[in-house]
């Protein structure tokens, strides 16, 4: 048979430099290799399907479509990819078999197969999962692909799934950025309010911490210290703090008096208590740890991790799993040795291999089932000194430590507890202290004084205190007689919440159960298919772009520190507030974690016609939320917020208010005996949204006779022109002409007809007084339409369609989630 009319096989590749990685295992005139390089494909703007959706205009809403039509997208130096679909197009004549070898998740299988349907193919289609890039995962991927040969039906529904979650994130944002910036947005803001299916609920995670945190009011709390000593003279202070803090002073009291007048013997307890090592890394818990350890922001760390992985010395990052395969274990000895060629320093701490130590369950590292993907490890293939640059091998060298540790020995400690039972009118009391010696450090030895960040806190929660520890314990014997010298009561506060850092948002995304205390709604998040990856807000591959757009929406900032504390803004609550007023569904983290679920069933299905079917379903559910989503904005109100609170960035820059503005905001806070806010005189938006708030409604012919449909927007031109008119005759400015075309053009034609008069009058006074034949015999029409006033007039009326498009705010190609 010669090539020619032998069968044809394609594989398709997420990026070039995967490609050069697996050519080296095939080479045939009968095998084809392209490469992405991304998405080549995006969806097509709102207005390019239909001229009305251009505007942002409520009457258009819902903008719903069966199916969204794409375009081709661009690299990042702008070209489009247009020639490489074509190329891909070109390639595909001949042939029967294609083998998507993109990155192993949902987005890695859409990336291939958007264009594989774009481009109508109907071939077989198989799938080669590469968890990592080094030589024996590679032919492991081909043996495990061999085996399954309903890889592409199965790769498929994981297609679908990813689609349902573009189809949503496009409906949800595109509708609800418009929606609520068009009716419940104050005035004052210039930049839209955006909305997501996975942002929003986020946001109420963070703006619901937020509330408690600002209505904590500190307690008193109160410890009984308790000072014995021994027959043989040993002195010791034992505390009474038990986990439910005692708030009652009273109470208190009762117990130190009795403490006061003790006397018996000193139980003494000694027990070797074991530390094991922590668990693998995921892609959340790995920003994490980067974030304490290093300040990098989530997204850096994802960056650096994909690198390694491209080039072969990490497996495939973006994974929800701190597990291993039980099939690995293997493996483990081969990887720990190439590690200790280059981490030198730690080459004595690794034991024989026969005595390697292999924790399973899910308390251990390897499991029978890791999930999709199996936690972040080193490989074989290690990096060698100037090949990785300074960040990409600090972040290989905490992985790799973190898989070295995982088969080391428990860490154990000697720790002597001594304690006394004090008899109270409340009942028996115990006073104690700990204190501990490392009997043998294990694992702890690879990480020495780092080995205590391992024990990471709740995000979100108050900082637990701590059993009563010393230092050092002194000699006494168990049962030791021992008679109280001293008791006193010492006074703590109650610690508010603890705000959740920039690296900990991806980790409370993922596990949403450790953030409620309800059993029900924890039973509710809790994964039966799954125990260690519990249900959550989107995906391991997303969760980290969740945090700039709530940025960039001025939903939240950042404080100062090495991980960032999150804080949310008034702009946050409001809209939060607004969210959970006007459709509460998206407010609520938890149900949407359960809708998540759902949609993680498309990719679950065996087969691609139950995947259509569950798609088509999840799909239908998503349109009727959008129609649900309008129809309950369109009876709500236009949120109301302190001028005080606008941030200064969503005024337009250089645009201070008006004279007449400041006048009139003056004049109000003095009647009123109100205080201005702070940069009134200076930002035009806290200008306008002062007075929106407090100046007296307007009664115009425009206002009286104003649809109830969200009203067009002027061009800027036109109220730019507002505004020098007001200032010129010394009016005020109303605020709606900003905001409602009609009211915006019936100001201008009132005070641009005086102010074209009083040009006019000038100019004819100028001729008098020149008594020049020559200038006074000059055109009077043309001297008239070349007056300033009016030629801005003709403008601000709407004669320029450049001005009224100028007025389009931009439509989000791809809403965020």
């Known amino acids: 048979m010669t090539a020619h009319s032998a069968s044809r096989t394609l594989f398709f590749f997420e990026k070039p430099s995967a490609m050069r990685q697996l050519q080296r295992f095939f080479k045939s005139p009968t095998t084809i290799c392209v490469s992405a390089e991304g998405h080549l494909l995006t969806a097509e703007e709102p207005g390019a399907v239909r001229d009305e959706w251009k505007s942002w205009r409520f009457d258009t809403l819902p903008i719903v479509l069966e199916r969204i039509p794409v375009t081709y997208s661009a690299s990042r130096s702008g070209q489009s990819h247009k020639p490489k679909v074509e190329a891909i197009k070109q390639a595909l004549q001949g042939v029967e078999r294609v083998i998507i070898a993109t990155d192993p998740g949902r987005e890695g299988s859409m990336i291939a197969w958007e264009v594989l349907e774009h481009l109508g193919y109907r071939g077989r289609v198989d799938r080669l999962k590469l968890g990592a890039l080094d030589e024996v995962s590679i032919r492991r991927a081909f043996a495990a692909m061999a085996k399954e040969p309903d890889s592409g039906e199965r790769d498929y529904a994981a297609y679908l799934e990813a689609l349902c979650r573009q189809y949503e994130d496009y409906h949800l944002g595109l509708n609800g950025t418009r929606a609520i910036s068009l009716r419940l947005r104050p005035p004052a803001f210039r930049e839209p309010w955006r909305f997501g299916g996975v942002q929003t609920p986020t946001l109420a995670i963070l703006a619901d911490l937020e509330k408690r945190i600002r209505d904590f009011v500190p307690q008193d709390y109160f410890k009984i210290a308790l000072t014995v000593i021994t027959d043989a003279g040993a002195e010791i202070t034992l505390w009474h703090a038990p986990k439910d803090k005692i708030l009652d002073k009273q109470v208190a ?13 000193l139980g003494v307890e000694q027990k070797d208590v074991r530390r094991s090592p922590p668990r693998l890394f995921s892609k959340d818990t790995l920003a994490r740890r980067c974030a304490k350890r290093f300040g990098w922001d989530p997204q850096h760390t994802a960056k650096l991790a994909q690198e390694l992985y491209d080039q072969g010395y990490l497996t495939y990052p973006r994974t929800e799993s701190e597990h291993l395969p039980e099939s690995q274990t293997g493996d483990a000895s081969t990887v720990i040795e190439s590690v200790v060629a280059v981490l030198t320093d730690l080459a004595g701490l690794v034991p024989a291999a026969g005595k390697l130590v292999f924790r399973k369950g899910n308390k251990g590292h390897y499991v029978k089932d890791p999930g999709e993907h199996h936690a972040i490890v080193p ?61 043998s450090p294990g694992w702890r030895a690879v990480y020495g004084a780092e080995a205590d960040e391992e024990n990471e806190t709740v995000p979100g929660k108050a900082k637990p205190d701590e059993e009563p520890t010393t230092g050092r314990l002194p000699s006494i014997r168990d049962n030791e007689p ?46 039966p298919a799954n125990p260690n990856e519990p249900k959550g807000l989107g995906t391991a591959a997303t969760r980290d772009t969740i945090l700039p757009k709530l940025q960039k929406s001025q939903y939240v900032e950042l404080l100062k520190g090495k991980d960032p504390p999150i804080q949310v803004t008034e702009v946050g609550l409001a809209f939060i507030a607004a969210v959970r007023r006007v459709f509460p569904a998206y407010g609520d983290p938890v149900g949407r974690a359960m809708f998540e679920a759902d949609l993680a069933e498309i990719g679950r299905a065996f087969t691609r016609d139950e995947a259509v079917r569950r798609a088509a379903s999840y799909q239908e559910r998503t349109r009727a939320r959008v129609q649900e989503l309008i129809g309950a904005i369109a009876q709500s109100q236009t949120v109301a917020v302190d001028p005080t609170t606008v941030p200064v960035s969503f005024a337009p820059a250089g645009k201070p208010p008006t004279k007449a503005m400041i006048a009139f905001a003056t004049s109000l806070a003095a009647r009123k005996g109100l205080k201005l806010p702070r940069g009134l005189k200076s930002n035009a938006a806290i200008c306008r949204s002062f007075l929106d708030q407090h100046a007296p409604a307007r009664s115009s012919e425009a206002g009286e006779h104003r649809p109830q449909h969200d009203p067009r927007p002027p061009s800027e031109a036109m109220v730019r022109y507002a505004r020098a008119l007001a200032e010129e005759h010394g009016v005020e400015c109303p605020p709606e002409i900003a905001t409602d075309f009609a009211a915006c053009r019936a100001f201008l034609d009132e005070h641009a007809s005086r102010h074209a008069m009083k040009a006019e009058d000038g100019s004819k006074t100028t001729i008098r007084k020149n008594r020049s034949p020559a200038v006074a015999s000059d055109s009077p029409r043309k001297s008239r339409t070349e007056t300033p006033a009016t030629k801005r007039s003709i403008a601000a009326k709407g004669g320029s369609t450049r001005g009224r498009a100028r007025a389009r705010p931009a439509s989000p190609t791809q809403p965020s989630r």
């Open 253 to 265: 009291e009762k117990i130190q008096q009795a403490a006061a007048s003790w006397l018996g013997p």
């Open 379 to 439: 490989l074989r293939k290690v990096p060698q000194p100037g090949s990785i640059n300074g960040d990409q091998m600090r972040l290989w060298e905490l992985v790799a430590k973190s898989f070295l540790v995982a088969h080391l020995p428990d860490g154990i400690d000697a720790q002597t507890t001594i304690a006394v039972q004090v008899a109270t009118s409340l009942g028996p009391k115990r006073f104690s202290v700990s204190g501990s010696v490392i009997k």
């Open 482 to 527: 021992g008679k109280a010298t001293d008791a006193r009561i010492e006074t703590a506060k109650t610690e508010p919440p603890r705000r959740i850092t920039r690296g900990e948002l991806p980790v409370v995304m993922g596990r949403l159960v450790d953030q409620v205390d309800d059993p029900t709604l924890k039973a509710a998040l809790e994964n």
